[in-house]
Structures are given as C-alpha cells and as structure tokens.
C-alpha cells in the first residue's frame, strides 16, 4: 500500500483579500474526491473553479461576489451528454473557459467557453470555422481580456499540442 502522505481533497475552497484576510467561497455541497477548488480569479474578484455536489458530481463554478458567504455559485454545467464540468480560466469581461468532462474514468473531454448570461457553456470546436489540420480542443486552460484562450487539444494525427485561440471577426472563410 502505497502512501505519499499528500492529501490533495480540497473540501473547503478559499481566497485571500487584499487585506491578507482568508474568506471561504460557498460550495455545491459535496466533498468526494474531485473536492472543491478555486483555480482562477480576474481583476474584477470575479473567481472559477469547480465543486462537488452531495450527489458526487462535479461541476464548474463561478463566484460572482465570493465576499458574501450567502450567495451560491454559478452552476457552469457539463455540455450535453457529458459527466463533469471543470471552470479553469476568466477574464475581466466574465467570460469563462474549462473542460466538460464526457467519461471521468478515461477523462474525455472537449474544451468550452461560457459568456455572462449565456444560459449554457458552448464547445469550442463548434467555434472552429476552418479547421484544415483537424485541430481537436480538449482543454482551455484561460482567456485574457482580449479573448484569446490557451488551450490543449490534437491534431487529425493524434499530435497533442498547446494552442492559442483568436477570436476572429473575419467572415471571409464562412
């Protein structure tokens, strides 16, 4: 039986102010062993992450005001069909990417990309207008203030590469 000694079940996520003092985010109320994290937070305090629910899921999380213990997070909910959802990346204009989660035990997954007020989060393979190396995004990672997003994905050979993803207005291609 092998032990590392690393306990790394986040049951209680936090963030420290300004003022060094810590405040604990509310969560969806679970505690199994994705646990509940804080990943990332913009200049605006806005802060992403994921939570567990009672049940055992999974899902990605955004604490709009994470100063007020009585407010919930916003549940950022799987694409269609998936399992698990993981919030990982926002910028100042409260748009926010991640991971959905297809399969937990093979981790399958498909990046997304979620704007404030969008009922839902949004593959961002179905974002690709031309695609002529069969680029796959499996993991967006984060987005600055100007939309560009890092993220992970394969080529059509299987080649896993980082990618940068430029929002484009150009309508030529379509």
Known sequence: NFDTGLYLFEKHPLFWDSDGSPHEL??????????NHACAINNRG???????????????????????PGKKPVTLLPLSGDVASFALG??????????SITNLMTFQSAAFIWHKGAPAVTDLNALIRHNP???YLA???????????VDFG???TGELHGFLSIASDD???E
């Open 90 to 99: 926002i910028n100042d204009e409260t748009t926010v990417v991640g991971v």
């Open 171 to 173: 309508n030529a291609d």
């Open 26 to 35: 509310r969560t969806l109320g679970g505690t199994g062993p994705f646990g």
């Open 133 to 135: 190396s069969g680029l």
């Open 139 to 149: 993991w967006a990672e984060s987005i600055n203030n100007r939309g560009g997003i």
């Open 154 to 156: 394969a080529t059509s």
């Open 46 to 68: 806005q802060i992403v992450g994921h939570s567990e629910t009672p049940d055992s899921n999974v899902y990605g999380v955004l604490w709009l005001d994470p100063r007020d």
